[in-house]
């Protein structure tokens, strides 16, 4: 495929790293020199230096053999204006960044069936609604319009299956224990492999059967009742008005007086209290000891750890740090962290199930890339249909999570089939990636 990204900034940069480990041809535009500079000599693709919204940088660049256009610079105005320009000269498909909400219903963008909008704070609200929803999570994704689930979840120190076979573990016949991650690894898990202290596994099931998975790994419902959330920005006001509608009390700090007032005078429901989110005292006024979930959603980095480290000593169940370096997030998850949601990788998450949409049903990118989640609807007769799973011959590390037949989750074991109509759910590493898509998909 061949694509076209402007702007290779942070987030343009992670993207064009995952692209090209999936063999396409990328032509990348950044006008700022020092990052062009950077991306000339970290990834291998024509890199050119110049504005994308001029039409004569474009121009020489996008044609009709362009597949898809993706505009990711900090700038609304040049993002929208080069999508524009890339489509007029034939690219097929573009995404496009926004970062003002308004500008997600900018009528010459959302007029164009091929063009998709997104909006890096949005898609980390989204993550973060749904773990709020789920509170042993450390990740959550859906498949199958739902009918399935996958959650990345700790394995606690007390748990029984720990040093155990997985072949010997009685796993809940609505889950399956499909990964680990471990010291930063991603391995995908066999009957001979064993659940270590300090794991935290990858699991597919049913979604209204949480609780079963969750007794089995040692963890401790928790009901959530009340949050506070430190820092107020477009993430924390979204996600608090989604919250109070869900009838949990939301409690906000912000240390910037005027930011304070205009959360006050915007966010009905919410106390909000004005001070340093990393002081004890004005922890301890917004009632940090009886919250069920912190959340740091300040736009500082440390500041953020910091506000985690605090709530993980102060004994909340569960603390969240937001963080915008995605490098950043097995580092501060080895500290203590229960989650970390970072806005720019939420988005390129968004992307790459965009780029995807034609072949797959969906895709998910597992631990900065180490691993990879795949949704196929079978249309046709592949290889993989009709032959019993133990049977079928799996490109190593790659693992089948779930089947979907008429709206009902099958956990497959070794005598299930694959069906012309059918969704499954595959795990797999970035090495056999393109093995795995070509075994389900051809």
């Not at 966010?267 to 004005?282: A, C, M, Y």
Request: glycine letters at 6%.
């Amino acid at each position: 495929m061949k694509v076209v990204i402007t702007g290779v900034g942070e987030t343009g940069f992670y993207l064009a790293q995952i692209l090209l480990k999936e063999g396409h041809d990328l032509i990348l535009i950044e006008k700022d020199e020092k990052a062009f500079h950077l991306a000339q000599e970290r990834l291998d693709a024509q890199i050119i230096l110049g504005d994308a919204a001029n039409a004569l940088i474009l121009e020489p660049l996008v044609d009709e053999s362009t597949d898809l256009m993706v505009a990711l610079t900090n700038n609304d105005s040049a993002n929208i204006i080069s999508t524009l320009i890339a489509r007029k000269f034939g690219a097929k498909r573009a995404i496009v960044r926004v970062s003002d909400s308004d500008n997600l219903i900018h009528p010459l963008l959302t007029d164009d069936p091929s063009v998709s909008v997104l909006n890096a704070e949005i898609a980390v609200t989204k993550d973060l609604v749904r773990l709020i929803a789920n509170p042993s999570a450390d990740e959550i994704e859906y498949f199958a319009n739902g009918k399935a689930q996958m959650i990345k979840l700790h394995v606690e120190d007390t748990a029984a299956i720990l040093g155990k076979k997985l072949k010997d573990i009685k796993v809940p016949h609505s889950w399956l224990i499909v990964a680990a991650i471990r010291d930063g690894s991603f391995q995908i898990l066999s009957g001979d492999s064993t659940i270590q202290k300090g794991d935290h596994v990858l699991v597919v099931g049913d979604p209204k059967n949480t609780k079963e998975i969750e007794e089995l790994l040692g963890l401790k419902p928790v009901k959530v009742r009340r949050v506070i959330i430190i820092g107020f920005n477009a993430v924390s006001k979204q996600l608090a008005m989604t919250l109070t509608k869900q009838n949990i009390e939301v409690r906000l700090i912000e240390e910037n007086q005027e930011l304070a007032e205009k959360a006050s005078g915007e966010l009905d429901g919410v106390l909000v209290f004005h001070g340093d989110g990393t002081s004890e005292e004005i922890l301890e006024q917004a009632g940090i000891d009886q919250t069920d979930y912190l959340l740091a959603l300040t736009q500082d980095n440390e500041t953020n750890v910091l506000i985690s480290l605090l709530g993980k000593e102060e004994k909340v169940p569960r603390v969240i740090a937001m963080i915008q370096k995605h490098q950043y997030k097995p580092i501060v998850e080895k500290v203590g962290v229960d989650s970390v949601v970072h806005p720019r990788s939420a988005m390129v998450e968004e992307i790459i199930r965009l780029c995807h949409r034609k072949e797959l049903s969906g895709i998910y990118i597992l631990e900065g890339g180490k691993g990879t989640v795949m949704e196929f609807e079978i249309k046709k007769k592949t290889k993989a249909v009709d032959v019993p799973l133990s049977k079928l011959k799996l490109p190593k590390q790659t693992l089948i999570g779930g089947i979907v037949r008429n709206d009902e989750l099958i956990v497959p074991r070794g005598n299930d089939k694959i069906k012309i109509g059918d969704r499954i759910v595959v795990f797999t590493t970035r090495a056999v990636l393109a093995d795995a898509r070509r075994l389900f998909s051809e």
